[in-house]
């Protein structure tokens, strides 16, 4: 798909403490990435 696209086979996510993992994985990349962009909009420099 695009940067920071994963394929997780089903096997990866078949109980919810699994699920869970990957769900919290891609939330925490996502507010990484979406502050950085954040900033860079906002002029300031990035880190």
């Known amino acids: 798909m695009g940067p920071g696209w994963i394929t997780v086979v089903p096997e990866a996510i078949a109980d919810d403490e699994h699920l869970t993992f990957w769900?919290?994985?891609a939330?925490?990349?996502?507010?990484?990435i979406a502050g950085?962009?954040?900033?860079?909009?906002?002029?300031a420099r990035r880190s």
């Open 23 to 25: 769900v919290d994985a």
């Open 27 to 32: 939330m925490s990349h996502n507010r990484v």
């Open 36 to 43: 950085r962009e954040s900033r860079s909009k906002n002029g």
